[in-house]
T-cell receptor, first 110, second 114 residues
């Protein structure tokens, strides 16, 4: 059974800092890994999608890496802004279903 | 912890038929439910947001007459794909959110239309 764990559960940093969110999964047989953002009361917004054959994806200030063999992914956010405050979720797609981590609640303080 | 059950986990149907997918919050009241779909090698995309007792809000490009969403109670939302065609084959996932929390997700439904 695939299990996805995100660390830390919550993170609060001053504006401007670079930060890393971590995601680990137990079963390396995945099709892809995705990072999402969720604002309170809103649905998910897809940030980055990494196929199982890829090692990283970049979009603006975001960079996500994938090490499938070790079951790890990181989401790097550069020069954080208050608008980055949200919950970030990673999810892995296996043969049957999408398994999400519980999320990291990120707060960027002005 | 909060649990969301989605049923069925997979379904194969003939072109032209309708398919209903259920999303239940098992141990909390879900004031809002979200429906997503994911095509192969693409990211998860929000289809619609539904609040209990009111009409769903559909994202741009999603046909509301084709994807019927009912959220009649605080624990159940259904998505009906009407007159399904092969291009509707996708992975559908719901999430349910209670008061003040991050959404909990169903296991997803893989729909194959043949």
């Amino acid at each position: 059974k695939q299990e996805v764990t995100q660390i830390p559960a919550a993170l609060s940093v001053p504006e401007g800092e670079n930060l890393v969110l971590n995601c680990s999964f137990t079963d390396s047989a995945i099709y892809n890994l995705q990072w999402f953002r969720q604002d309170p009361g809103k649905g998910l917004t897809s940030l980055l999608l990494i196929q199982s054959s890829q090692r990283e994806q970049t979009s603006g200030r975001l960079n996500a890496s994938l090490d499938k063999s070790s079951g790890r992914s990181t989401l790097y956010i550069a020069a954080s802004q208050p608008g980055d405050s949200a919950t970030y979720l990673c999810a892995v797609l296996g043969a049957q279903k999408l398994v999400f981590g519980q999320g990291t609640r990120l707060t960027i303080n002005p | 912890g909060a649990v969301v059950s989605q049923h069925p986990s997979w379904v194969i149907c003939k072109s032209g038929t309708s398919v209903k997918i259920e999303c239940r919050s098992l141990d909390f009241q879900a004031t809002t439910m979200f429906w997503y779909r994911q095509f192969p090698k693409q990211s998860l995309m929000l289809m619609a947001t539904s609040n209990e007792g009111s009409k769903a809000t559909y994202e741009q490009g999603v046909e509301k007459d084709k994807f019927l969403i009912n959220h009649a109670s605080l624990t159940l939302s259904t998505l009906t794909v009407t007159s399904a065609h092969p291009e509707d084959s996708s992975f559908y996932i719901c999430s349910a959110e209670g008061q003040g929390g991050v959404g909990c997700f169903g296991q997803g439904t893989r729909l194959t239309v043949v």
